[in-house]
């Protein structure tokens, strides 16, 4: 049975997305018509952004705005609420507080963001639109970022290129992630899978009273698409496999990520105790124990589950705290849903690229990448890997069997050789077995699929890697966003190039994802 963490919950983004009553005149002082918009919140104003090949159609953009209460106290661990509504107009010209996490994601990722200020008080989005009638019916494409359910951020970059060449509406937000997003007791005191109650949820009336909003963003109710990249593909799985998500959406697309991605976990209560005691909680009473951690500074968490990591990497799993069979965002693990035809009847667009593990990741995690990989070594990672998905089968005979498949038959004991059948292994478990997995299952019960691989990497990613990587993870966060026709640049300073391929590639992959929006 759903418990009242679940049930008792606000209207989700999407939802709020859907409560826009009216456009008011703009009122701008820049004089390029800056929008002023009422919410179910209150008013925001808005800015206005350009695309550098399209100077004269503008996007109007409005940043950081609540979509729930601030998930802190006693609202920690529980499902979203309602955030409460403002006086005069807010200014919507920035974006919000970045969710709790690892401060060491911001000295990972390679584009300049917004800023790096976290906060509990994370739950905003930012919507870009080209156009603001209520006729305009434009298609909605709703952007869940990636990163493990534990780092990530929701603005990351402007989606205003998307926005212009293919008159969509899109929408980015956060989400709570790591432990403040997915710890779980097991039972009703943590239920978990919070951050997908964020992303979006059926409060009980489906799109029914926020058809107005979308409308007013020049959105169409009827032709919102779920998209996401990493994480934020398995999160795009799982929406599709959850009963409250039904109806409010009506297409979906993942990247790089099915659900068996970032798989459920079995056992949640045994990670709950192992946060709560490095906490400091006493861990004998769940409730009690909940209710300690409730009272802990939203700082303390992305310390301690890293701590846990480092033990947890070491039997294989990426993960802290993934996600869990709830009882009522996942009445069981999504592929027994799936095989019960009872996913939502969206259609889907879902695939990978090439070489998922060719770089980012191997190259982290394995010392003297460039020399190249010994067989004990690939042996030891096959055996870990093994370990983690089977541990109660014959570990000897599968290492042996995935050995066989991965090798070079030309060159069995170079070393080079040897890392690259490395890549390949650990690309196919972690993205494409996951996503061929979830394709072949709703096509077999009769959902319209489309399974795509992307073999294109942006030219300043490819020159500075070996020859033989193709497409590496996340190559396609460059590409889907249209970077390549906005000013982004790097962590450090400086503008990304890119060159006219990157141009064309980037144009062709908009138009998939607009054509795919729109019709299907």
Same mark, same amino acid.
């Given at each position: 049975?759903?418990?009242?963490?679940?049930?008792?919950?606000?209207?989700?983004?999407?939802?709020?997305?859907?409560?826009?009553?009216?456009?008011?005149?703009?009122?701008?002082?820049?004089?390029?018509?800056?929008?002023?918009?009422?919410?179910?919140?209150?008013?925001?104003?808005?800015?206005?952004?350009?695309?550098?090949?399209?100077?004269?159609?503008?996007?109007?953009?409005?940043?950081?705005?609540?979509?729930?209460?601030?998930?802190?106290?006693?609202?920690?661990?529980?499902?979203?609420?309602?955030?409460?509504?403002?006086?005069?107009?807010?200014?919507?010209?920035?974006?919000?507080?970045?969710?709790?996490?690892?401060?060491?994601?911001?000295?990972?990722?390679?584009?300049? !963001?917004?800023?790096?200020?976290?906060?509990?008080?994370?739950?905003?989005?930012?919507?870009?639109?080209?156009?603001?009638?209520?006729?305009?019916?434009?298609?909605?494409?709703?952007?869940?970022?990636?990163?493990?359910?534990?780092?990530?951020?929701?603005?990351?970059?402007?989606?205003?290129?998307?926005?212009?060449?293919?008159?969509?509406?899109?929408?980015?937000?956060?989400?709570?992630?790591?432990?403040?997003?997915?710890?779980?007791?097991? *039972?009703?005191?943590?239920?978990?899978?919070?951050?997908?109650?964020?992303?979006?949820?059926?409060?009980?009336?489906?799109?029914?009273?926020?058809?107005?909003?979308?409308?007013?963003?020049?959105?169409?109710?009827?032709?919102?698409?779920?998209?996401?990249?990493?994480?934020?593909?398995?999160?795009?799985?799982?929406?599709?496999?959850?009963?409250?998500?039904?109806?409010?959406?009506?297409?979906?697309?993942?990247?790089?990520?099915?659900?068996?991605?970032?798989?459920?976990?079995?056992?949640?209560?045994?990670?709950?105790?192992?946060?709560?005691?490095?906490?400091?909680?006493?861990?004998?009473?769940?409730?009690?124990?909940?209710?300690?951690?409730?009272?802990?500074?939203?700082?303390?968490?992305?310390?301690?589950?890293?701590?846990?990591?480092?033990?947890?990497?070491?039997?294989?799993?990426?993960?802290?705290?993934?996600?869990?069979?709830?009882?009522?965002?996942?009445?069981?693990?999504?592929?027994?849903?799936?095989?019960?035809?009872?996913?939502?009847?969206?259609?889907?667009?879902?695939?990978?690229?090439?070489?998922?593990?060719?770089?980012?990741?191997?190259? #982290?995690?394995?010392?003297? #990448?460039?020399?190249?990989?010994?067989?004990?070594?690939?042996?030891?990672?096959?055996?870990?890997?093994?370990?983690?998905? #089977?541990?109660?089968?014959?570990?000897?005979?599968?290492?042996?069997?995935?050995?066989?498949?991965?090798?070079?038959?030309?060159?069995?004991?170079?070393?080079?050789?040897?890392?690259?059948?490395?890549?390949?292994?650990?690309?196919?478990?972690?993205?494409?077995?996951?996503?061929?997995?979830?394709?072949?299952?709703?096509?077999?019960?009769?959902?319209?699929?489309? !399974?795509?691989?992307?073999?294109?990497?942006?030219?300043?990613?490819?020159?500075?890697?070996?020859?033989?990587?193709?497409?590496?993870?996340?190559?396609?966060?460059?590409?889907?966003?249209?970077?390549?026709?906005?000013?982004?640049?790097?962590? *450090?300073?400086?503008?990304?190039?890119?060159?006219?391929?990157?141009?064309?590639?980037? !144009?062709?992959?908009?138009?998939?994802?607009?054509?795919?929006?729109?019709?299907?």
């Amino acid at each position: 049975m759903p418990s009242e963490a679940h049930t008792v919950a606000a209207p989700s983004l999407l939802l709020l997305l859907l409560h826009l009553s009216s456009v008011v005149p703009a009122t701008a002082d820049n004089g390029e018509g800056v929008p002023v918009v009422s919410t179910a919140g209150g008013k925001v104003r808005g800015t206005v952004q350009y695309t550098n090949d399209l100077p004269n159609k503008p996007v109007y953009t409005f940043k950081g705005i609540p979509y729930a209460a601030p998930p802190v106290g006693d609202l920690r661990f529980r499902a979203p609420q309602p955030a409460a509504p403002w006086e005069g107009v807010r200014d919507a010209s920035a974006v919000g507080p970045h969710c709790p996490q690892d401060p060491g994601f911001f000295a990972f990722w390679p584009t300049k !963001l917004p800023h790096n200020d976290t906060d509990e008080d994370c739950l905003t989005l930012s919507v870009e639109t080209p156009r603001l009638e209520k006729d305009a019916k434009l298609p909605v494409l709703l952007w869940i970022h990636g990163g493990g359910l534990s780092v990530g951020v929701g603005y990351f970059v402007p989606f205003t290129s998307l926005s212009a060449h293919q008159d969509v509406v899109v929408v980015t937000f956060n989400y709570r992630i790591g432990a403040l997003g997915f710890f779980s007791t097991g *039972d009703e005191n943590a239920p978990g899978n919070f951050g997908f109650l964020d992303q979006v949820r059926d409060s009980g009336n489906g799109l029914g009273p926020g058809e107005q909003m979308i409308r007013n963003f020049g959105g169409d109710p009827d032709l919102v698409t779920i998209f996401g990249e990493s994480a934020g593909g398995s999160s795009v799985c799982y929406q599709v496999a959850s009963p409250l998500s039904k109806g409010l959406f009506q297409r979906a697309i993942s990247q790089s990520g099915g659900c068996q991605s970032i798989d459920v976990n079995p056992k949640p209560l045994e990670r709950a105790v192992t946060l709560a005691e490095d906490l400091g909680c006493d861990v004998k009473d769940t409730a009690a124990m909940v209710d300690c951690l409730r009272k802990k500074p939203a700082d303390d968490f992305a310390p301690a589950v890293q701590r846990m990591i480092m033990t947890l990497a070491a039997q294989g799993h990426m993960f802290a705290f993934p996600p869990v069979v709830d009882g009522a965002f996942l009445p069981a693990h999504p592929h027994e849903l799936f095989d019960a035809n009872q996913a939502n009847p969206v259609d889907y667009l879902l695939g990978a690229n090439n070489h998922e593990y060719g770089y980012i990741f191997t190259s #982290y995690m394995v010392p003297g #990448y460039e020399q190249g990989m010994t067989e004990d070594t690939f042996v030891m990672m096959l055996r870990m890997l093994v370990g983690r998905l #089977y541990p109660g089968g014959n570990q000897d005979s599968m290492v042996a069997a995935l050995r066989q498949v991965y090798r070079d038959d030309e060159n069995p004991d170079d070393p080079m050789a040897i890392l690259k059948q490395f890549t390949f292994a650990y690309g196919d478990q972690w993205y494409m077995a996951p996503t061929v997995l979830v394709a072949n299952k709703l096509a077999g019960v009769g959902q319209r699929v489309y !399974l795509y691989e992307n073999q294109y990497g942006p030219s300043h990613l490819t020159a500075n890697r070996p020859d033989w990587v193709g497409c590496d993870h996340a190559d396609d966060v460059y590409i889907v966003p249209g970077m390549a026709f906005i000013d982004v640049f790097f962590r *450090d300073g400086g503008l990304i190039p890119f060159s006219t391929d990157d141009k064309k590639v980037t !144009l062709d992959m908009m138009a998939f994802w607009g054509n795919f929006a729109r019709t299907g």
